[in-house]
């Protein structure tokens, strides 16, 4: 049963340390898991944490976590962060011989602002303290905790040194981590933010991080973000670790080591980002919702800041959308304008620091977490872009996914683009128009709409024409429209009744093709019966008719269509009858003679070059005769 857990991805959390410098966290955790942590020469020299450690620890119910010891020296809150970002539930420790310090406090208030809402409190060092001094330090620590995400966590006096504590504090967070919800995502594309890089004779390039999202597996091509923006096209992975044991499937909420294949490590860094191909991209804007601590200062619209995103930190100029300040202890929505772009994906916690100490605490001033991290170029209204922050914050996917395809109109969106802009497409209900195109349903519907009025509008202007075709129903509707979610919408309309297709198009149901002016069409007849075989121009008939040529001209072709009247040319039409009669005797005439030249053709239809030439080549278009040399035979 404890076996099944641990492999399932639930049950892979992270454990993360946070807490003053020289607070103990090390010692802690080296009692804990019997590992060190402190693995470069200048941090066993020093005594102090400089980069992050990692350490495997096995809990009284056989659950593991992975652990991560973070530094707390005021200049490496980067480090800190890095870490931070990627775990589910805090070891927050703080020293008895000392109590809350100011960066006790801003490690506190980032494991708040990511959100950190699950742990346990370790009182070290009481062994150098009194007893009455353990109690009073633990009602401080207690006191401090208010208001945060560790509000009434358990605080567990404990001393490294002589192991007093430790089996408490180890059924304490066995406890937190058996009540607490994996924070890491486990949707989406696999990522995993960069926050080590080395190399490893015989293996090449390593590099370690917390895995998000999807599993990673052994084989797999990745991309690579770096730092810099420079993107390196793909790797592969060689081979994955766990805490140094060797794995084919690192699953989402672990802490893994990577070997990759095809990059060098000196293109790599922290900051950068191992990603499924195509799902991960550089941002230069995000929309987000933000928090700003309580002790920090109210904050401008403008207003410049350093963010920490991932395991990368950049310069960033803060839009606040749905205000123009806000104040300590507010939560509002901005859009956050990087100064180099960054990879970031849909739900990655953020931690903005200032360039100022705050009293009594750090640099930190807020933080939250990105809604939009592809925001649509489009200038919107802030009213519009806070409505949609909203439905995203609300955490109701089918509606963040509706509210993307909505935002693209009639364009409409591929799945490959909704996979570039969010974690995952489950909940996906819109229309599809084409192989691999969506359209929100109520644009769809408008889109449905405007083809139908489109047909109706056709028919009004050339009731001649039986049917409607595409292009000119296409030329009617906006050109945002696909052709695709154009006949997609022609198809709808005819699936509702509300349109009939044919081989020639469409046409509103029970549509007849008529003469828009009846007595303009009877006239039109009478004159070109009595013309016989030397009809006058479609210009010299409509002079004579008083009529419109582009009017004489959908009426002669309605005619036309009705067998009335016979299309000789662009230009001259001819009556239909005389056309069948003069085709009786060309035929007769062929089977007499065997062809006819153009004068044998005068002489037949008694016309003129001006008629003649064009009676000749019509019967070659129909098929009747066939040009040879100068004269024509039967076919």
């Not at 011989?97 to 409190?121: F, T």
């Not at 519009?384 to 109701?396: F, P, S, T």
Request: aromatic share 4%.
């Amino acid at each position: 049963m404890t076996a099944e857990r641990n492999a399932s991805s639930a049950s892979r959390m992270i454990l993360g340390t946070a807490g003053h410098i020289d607070h103990g966290k090390t010692s802690l955790v080296r009692a804990l898991t019997g590992v060190d942590c402190d693995r470069l020469p200048e941090e066993k020299s020093r005594g102090i944490t400089i980069a992050l450690g990692f350490a495997p620890f096995e809990l009284p119910s056989g659950r593991i976590l992975s652990v991560v010891d973070v530094p707390g020296h005021e200049g490496l809150v980067r480090t800190m962060v890095s870490g931070a970002t990627g775990i589910d539930l805090v070891l927050f420790v703080v020293a008895a011989d000392e109590g809350i310090m100011p960066q006790s406090r801003e490690h506190l208030a980032i494991c708040d602002l990511l959100g950190i809402e699950s742990g346990v409190v370790a009182l070290t060092k009481i062994d150098a303290v009194d007893p009455d001094l353990v109690e009073l330090a633990q009602l401080e620590i207690a006191e401090e905790l208010e208001g945060t995400g560790l509000s009434g966590a358990p605080i567990v006096p404990v001393s490294a040194l002589q192991g007093q504590g430790i089996e408490e504090l180890q059924t304490a967070l066995d406890a937190a981590a058996d009540a607490a919800p994996p924070r890491t995502l486990r949707e989406g594309p696999a990522w995993l933010p960069v926050d080590r890089v080395f190399s490893k004779h015989g293996f090449g390039t390593v590099v370690t991080g917390t895995l998000r999202g999807a599993p990673l597996c052994e084989g797999d091509r990745v991309e690579i973000l770096t730092d810099e923006a420079r993107g390196i096209p793909s790797a592969r992975v060689r081979g994955l670790q766990e805490h140094g044991e060797a794995t084919e499937r690192a699953l989402p909420g672990s802490r893994c080591a990577v070997n990759l294949q095809g990059v060098e490590i000196a293109q790599l860094s922290r900051g950068s980002v191992i990603a499924t191909p195509g799902r991960v991209a550089y941002r230069s804007r995000v929309e987000v919702e933000l928090r700003l601590l309580n002790e920090a200062p109210a904050l401008d619209d403008g207003a410049s800041v350093s963010a920490h995103v991932g395991t990368s930190m950049r310069r960033a100029r803060v839009a606040l959308l749905d205000r123009r300040r806000l104040e300590p202890g507010d939560l509002g929505f901005a859009e956050l304008s990087f100064d180099r772009p960054v990879p970031a994906v849909e739900g990655d916690r953020f931690i903005l620091r200032g360039f100022g100490r705050l009293p009594n605490a750090g640099w930190t001033i807020g933080g939250g977490r990105i809604l939009d991290a592809s925001p649509t170029r489009q200038r919107r209204r802030r009213e519009e872009r806070v409505d949609d922050l909203k439905i995203i914050a609300h955490g109701d996917r089918s509606a963040v996914i509706a509210t993307r395809v909505r935002r693209t109109g009639l364009r409409g969106i591929t799945e490959d683009e909704l996979l570039l802009e969010l974690r995952s497409i489950d909940g996906l209900d819109g229309i599809r128009v084409g192989a691999d195109r969506w359209l929100d349903p109520e644009i769809f519907a408008r889109l449905r709409g405007d083809v139908v009025a489109s047909v109706r509008a056709h028919h009004k202007e050339q009731p001649t024409d039986p049917w409607v075709g595409f292009a000119a129903v296409r030329s009617q509707v906006p050109g945002q429209a696909s052709d695709d979610a154009v006949r997609a919408a022609l198809e709808a309309a005819v699936s509702a009744n509300d349109l009939e297709s044919g081989p020639s198009g469409y046409r509103d149901p029970g549509h007849q093709a008529h003469a828009g002016d009846p007595e303009l069409a009877a006239k039109a007849s009478r004159a070109i019966r009595a013309a016989g075989l030397a009809p006058d121009t479609l210009k010299t008939l409509a002079t004579t008719l008083g009529s419109e040529e582009r009017t004489l001209r959908t009426t002669l072709e309605h005619l036309a269509r009705e067998g009335r009247v016979v299309r000789v040319s662009s230009d001259l039409f001819f009556d239909a009858e005389a056309i069948g009669q003069l085709q009786d005797r060309l035929v007769a005439y062929l089977k007499e003679n065997g062809k006819i030249d153009p004068a044998g053709y005068k002489g037949l239809t008694g016309q003129s070059r001006k008629h003649t030439v064009p009676l000749m080549e019509f019967f070659d278009a129909q098929r009747i005769t066939l040009r040879r040399d100068n004269a024509r035979v039967l076919r």
